[in-house]
């Protein structure tokens, strides 16, 4: 019986539900309805009292959940998309991740932000929101692009005493399945070679994994071993584990679904760039979804975002020049 990644993640909270009498969870329509993905269905008649149904108020879920976390408590905050999560940025940037700094008292929340893109979705409900809370001190940013990672990450940012965002990708709650949860895991900021391969390595994490892994497999035919790092942890990013595969390949591409301008993919260039040029045969690439907002046209959006084709021609080109 298979498990796909949107179950993944219920069973992850409802575990952490059942393990801790602190954790509860917060958000909209996550009650009787059970979420807009229905990511919590089921779990109010299990816990009753722990699976809170919020105001139609980002900051003020954010807020409460900081305040709780102040008394002892654990908060799953759920924004129904990653994209609302802005209206709640003054509270998880000047106070969920200030709060130990300002105060010692740790801050243990989870906001679990649905990312990404998919057919018809637009520009407000597909947006990348990862580089712009990694940009603040005191956050944890994960990005989980596996069913196993999906669950065990969760139960890990749950047990973090730092605020943590869990971007989870909305693609891929269905389109993803695996054949059982993990009892065993590599730890939630720890990258992982996805594939292993000597000619070039792609960079990626959350639903791009996917299309990098679709590119190395189409350019194996053609004599190329594309080795495949999926970060999966954004913040802390475990640069080490990258430039150990650039020490390899000699080449990299930073692959990301989010907009180019000051992201993922260009800090890791940038680290690349300065901590490993000596290691490079040819200059660091990345690519990104294009500097637009995010179209509703299904054909528009496959277009917009990295897909298979697009990256097996930037790793040809990488591994051209």
Known sequence: MSITYLEAIREAQSKALADDDNVFIYGQDIGEFGGAFKATKGLIERYPDRVRDS???EDAMVGAAVGAAIEGMRPIVEMQFADFSSVGFNQIVNQAATLFWRTQVPCPITVRLPSGGTPGSGPFHSQCM?????????TVVMAPATVEDA???LLDAVGIDDPVLFCEHKYLYYHLKAESL????LPATRARIARAGRHATVVTYSAMLHEALRAAEGLQSDGYEIEVVDLRCLKPLDIDTVLGSVARTGRVLALGEAFPWGGVTAEVISRVATDAFHLLDAPPARLNARDTPIPYHPDLWRYHRPTASSVEDAIRKLIRD
Do not use: Q, W
């Not at 990862?130 to 005191?138: D, K, V």
């Not at 993990?182 to 895991?185: D, I, L, M, Q």
């Open 55 to 57: 105001p139609i108020s």
């Open 130 to 138: 990862e580089a712009i809370y990694a940009h603040y001190p005191g």
């Open 151 to 153: 669950y065990s990450m």
């Open 182 to 185: 993990p009892k065993r895991a």
